[in-house]
């Protein structure tokens, strides 16, 4: 039985938010986890990522371990019923299939946003805990090497990872450009409904700013600010925040506009204000850019800039999966190496001993000189007859047939037991 690369994935394509959120794990549960498949099933290659949108665990073993593995995740997050879930989980038990996977979520192919530049930061704080823990072998340390060389490939090739394609992301992006000359811009979040979530979420993108969140429910303004290390404002002093902020967004159910035109007039505005209307019926008065200093962004400006790029990144694809493929065939190519190099370096080792044993038998009374030259001649013959049965190993590997080749070779040569000298 031969290890295989294996995956285990649960994501927002197979599972909704309330089980996601059962089965996400923190840095600690990763840890604890990855340990326990180290002591448990011998791993020497695992890593386990997860996101708001994803959990996975890529493993290689003989084995399928997927209901083991599901029933340590269930341990550590005391799920007791954890088993119930195993068919939110896709399964991946073929190598190609599941090195497949992982590029094409390193990528952001998988992603909710189509190109995501989170994941492939995600993805690498994923394999430097692998690393740390001694959980990343050859084969893991080569794989993602090859993964991140792609990711770079794939930026500099494509218009894939160009610009914001999400309506909160993009969000960011046009705050960060419009601040760009302001020391630590203040900024207020007004409502923090599913969009207003999102985008507190990708505030940690403008580690600079100061930046307030009100709600009218102020429960849910402290979760996600105490999450996020925000100020929550009292809602019912959102007029007096929204005077000192350099930024306001604005994202509240309001049947008429919740910020007036007559309301930013109140505002000492010294330089401008960035007031971003994110709000389906709108918020904020259209008339509010009357003011002097005030601009005024709304949703259909931002949403149509985030399609745009959308539009971009999808075109793209084809061209990310043909450079997907090559990398694929590329780490393959290495892999089928990897796979017969031990079986190489043995038939080396033992007509390597073979040659030593004869020239022990027969060169005891020869003078240096001799002995030089018969060494040189016995090692030439030695290079020719290996010279055969490498290539027809290498040409197995191109064919898929190398598992057979080598049983025939070790047969021949009596190989097992070799073993390879460090």
């Excluded at 959120?21 to 890593?47: P, R, T, V």
């Excluded at 790029?309 to 990398?327: C, D, F, G, M, T």
Aim: charged letters at 30%; hydrophobic letters at 40%.
């Amino acid at each position: 039985m031969h290890t295989k690369f294996r995956a285990l994935s649960l994501s927002h394509k197979t599972a909704p938010v309330q089980i996601r959120e059962l089965i996400s794990l923190d840095e600690g549960s990763i840890h604890s986890i990855l340990l326990k498949l180290k002591e448990f099933f011998s791993l020497g290659d695992a890593l386990i990522l997860s996101t708001c949108n994803r959990t996975e665990v890529y493993y290689s073993h003989e084995l399928d371990l997927s209901t083991e593995i599901i029933k340590l995740v269930g341990l550590e997050k005391g799920l007791t019923d954890v088993v119930d879930y195993l068919d939110y989980f896709v399964v991946h038990n073929e190598d190609r299939k599941a090195i497949t996977h992982l590029f094409r979520v390193s990528m952001g192919l998988e992603a909710q946003v189509v190109g995501d530049i989170q994941i492939s930061n995600q993805v690498k704080r994923a394999y430097q805990t692998a690393a740390d823990l001694d959980m990343a072998g050859p084969f893991l340390h080569r794989l993602m090497h090859t993964i991140f060389f792609t990711n770079k490939r794939i930026v500099q090739e494509t218009a894939f990872r160009d610009g914001a394609a999400s309506l909160s992301y993009a969000t960011i992006e046009l705050i960060d450009s419009l601040t760009s000359n302001i020391y630590q811009p203040r900024i207020l979040l007004i409502g923090v409904g599913e969009i207003g979530e999102d985008v507190a979420k990708n505030m940690v993108h403008l580690p600079e700013a100061k930046v307030k969140i009100t709600n009218r429910t102020q429960s849910k303004a402290e979760e996600i600010a105490g999450a996020m290390g925000f100020e929550v404002v009292p809602f019912e002093d959102c007029q007096k925040a929204m005077k000192e902020a350099d930024v306001i967004v604005c994202s509240i159910m309001k049947n008429e506009p919740f910020i007036t035109k007559e309301l930013v007039k109140q505002f000492d505005i010294q330089s401008y204000k960035l007031l971003i209307d994110l709000s389906v019926p709108r918020s904020i008065e259209t008339s509010v850019e009357d003011v002097p200093g005030v601009v005024l962004y709304n949703v259909d400006n931002i949403r149509s800039k985030a399609s745009e790029v959308l539009e971009k990144r999808l075109s793209a694809v084809p061209q990310v999966e043909q450079i997907i493929n090559e990398s694929i065939e590329d780490f393959y190519n290495w892999k089928k190496e990897m796979m017969v190099s031990p079986t190489i370096n043995k038939l080396k080792q033992s007509l390597e001993q073979i040659r030593q044993e004869e020239l022990g038998r027969f060169l005891k009374k020869v003078d240096q000189k001799e002995f030089d030259l018969i060494d040189k001649i016995t090692k030439s013959m030695m290079q020719k007859i290996l010279k055969v049965p490498v290539v027809q190993l290498r040409a197995a590997c191109k064919r898929d047939e190398a598992e057979e080749m080598i049983e025939i070779i070790s047969d021949i040569f009596d190989l097992e037991k070799i073993k390879i000298e460090k």
